[in-house]
């Protein structure tokens, strides 16, 4: 491909029969991508098709075994991220690179190889460059101090200043409110008009109609081909991804003779740093419900999972189950209660698996004080894993096999699976379809709906609002820690719980809309 055609076509970036494979593994195979200046390209497929490899290779993470790259072109060979930069391609990591204790102004020119500015000249470019995009940012306000929507337009304002005019963006809405993603689609429209070429991976089908211009899909680390947005929906995108038809419908069956299972009252929790992490929460939770907690990242959810487990001391209040109030009693004892937390934090592996275990041996960490005798009895184990390979068609080589070799989908399946095993009176999940595909996150929704079905009370800490108002019979918002509200999914609207998600309270609401 020449210059002259590149320039007729407006083409940014093209792949050419891309292969890159890690051991026996295939994680790009002959792949072909196109994106031009000008468009939003949305780029779609299942957890291991290949994605993330194929835009790591784009921004000289990864080096291609074979195929070829060309910028504007001309063919190049990307070797490091500076090499990726010179040719003006920016990569926006799903978990930032900044340094919290900088400013965005310092964090903006880190790393850049040309001769810095003075501090007022820098500060009129970093400022010019926000308003030319409509991104709204201090250059003097530290990191530790910023929302994530702050700290994620300090990361596009640091590949626009080293003059990227090809950005890729991954899972950028993940842990954003609906008025955050809406300020997101307006500055990613803003470069599109400028001429820059975009391109954004997402699992969530509904921005992708609403943002891109052309869609991309790859299955099982191929190319399936592209198509144009305005010509597509989501049911013909997801049946492109998985190879087959999936029903996008989330139930939410109906359980009658509910009782009241647990009670929060006042509960204060001290983060580990000794700040503020709940104060003085106060909910319930019944028998065949799932209640879902909605809440900006870092807004209490994590304390409130652990304390009420066990895991997290707290200064004051009561969880009262079965007429006894458990704080303060092990995670152990808690656990035989009933109460089980399957909690997926961004290290899947860092939260009760053992990545160079097997699965039997990973169940064995929760069976072992089963045993009647001073030796382990490795069979039970042995046989929980072989029931859930078969039920939750968990793919895995055998039963030993390490965990941490595993997709992100089936860790999530090991995880809750071994949790739903002990017939739990309390499911704890967090995060439970974090980062996994649309076919893996409908499987863990029929899980916990059987779980709801078979009258187990279900705590499901969420980050997608639509799932949360799809699936939830009530949701409890959290913001800095305080609860702002608890609200029937069905009588409000996304936006709604976007505003109690920023502080506005359930008053508040009541009194815009009147």
């Known amino acids: 491909m020449g210059s002259a055609e590149n320039a007729a076509t407006g083409v940014a970036i093209q792949c050419q029969g891309i292969t890159k494979s890690f051991g026996k593994v295939m994680a790009n195979d002959q792949i072909d991508l196109k994106v031009h200046f000008g468009e939003i390209l949305a780029l779609l497929g299942e957890n291991g098709s290949g994605k993330t490899t194929l835009m790591n290779m784009l921004s000289g993470i990864y080096h291609p075994d074979t195929g070829k790259i060309f910028v504007e072109g001309k063919q190049v060979h990307i070797h490091s991220p500076f090499d990726s930069i010179e040719l003006g391609i920016g990569m926006i990591h799903q978990h930032f690179k900044l340094v919290d204790v900088m400013s965005a102004m310092d964090n903006i020119v880190l790393g850049v190889r040309e001769k810095r500015l003075k501090p007022k000249q820098l500060k009129e470019k970093i400022l010019g460059i926000s308003k030319k995009f409509q991104l709204e940012v201090d250059p003097e306000k530290k990191v530790y101090n910023m929302s994530v929507s702050e700290k994620q337009t300090v990361e ?301 009370s279900v705590l499901f800490v969420g980050e997608d609002l639509d799932v949360l108002m799809e699936l939830s019979d009530r949701i409890m918002v959290l913001c800095h820690g305080e609860v702002t509200g608890i609200v029937d999914p069905r009588k409000v609207t996304k936006e709604q719980i976007g505003l109690l998600m920023t502080g506005t309270s359930v008053e508040e609401l009541s009194d815009h809309a009147n």
């Open 156 to 456: 596009i304002l640091k590949i626009l200043y080293r003059g990227a005019r090809i950005l890729i963006l991954d899972e950028p809405t993940a842990v954003l409110t609906p008025q955050e993603t809406e300020k997101l689609f307006v500055i990613l429209r803003k470069m599109k008009e400028d001429g820059c070429a975009v391109i954004i991976i997402t699992h969530k089908l509904n921005e992708v109609m609403e943002i891109s211009d052309r869609v991309a899909i790859l299955r099982k680390g191929k190319s399936i081909g592209s198509v144009t947005t305005a010509d597509t929906n989501e049911l013909q995108l997801t049946e492109l991804m998985v190879g087959r038809a999936v029903n996008l419908h989330i139930k939410r069956p109906e359980t009658k003779n509910k009782k009241k299972v647990l009670t929060v009252n006042s509960l204060n929790v001290c983060k580990s740093d000794g700040t503020k992490g709940l104060s003085n929460v106060s909910f319930e939770m019944y028998s065949g419900e799932i209640l879902g907690i909605a809440g900006i990242a870092g807004s209490g959810q994590k304390e409130m999972c652990e304390a009420l487990t066990g895991l997290m001391r707290s200064q004051s209040g009561t969880v009262i189950f079965k007429d006894e109030d458990i704080l303060g009693k092990t995670p152990y004892d808690i656990q035989k209660l009933g109460i089980r937390l399957a909690f997926v934090p961004e290290d899947r592996l860092g939260m009760g698996l053992v990545g160079s275990m097997g699965m039997a041996e990973n169940m064995l960490l929760k069976t072992y004080r089963q045993g009647k005798h001073v030796f382990v009895d490795r069979k039970p184990a042995r046989e929980m894993a072989e029931r859930l390979i078969k039920k939750l068609e968990v793919q895995t080589p055998y039963v030993d096999f390490p965990v941490r070799r595993l997709s992100g989908g089936n860790l999530q399946k090991v995880l809750i699976g071994r949790e739903i095993e002990f017939n739990p009176v309390i499911l704890i999940t967090a995060y439970p379809v974090r980062g996994l595909d649309i076919n893996s996150s409908y499987t863990i929704y029929d899980l916990l709906n059987e779980q709801k079905k078979k009258g187990v």
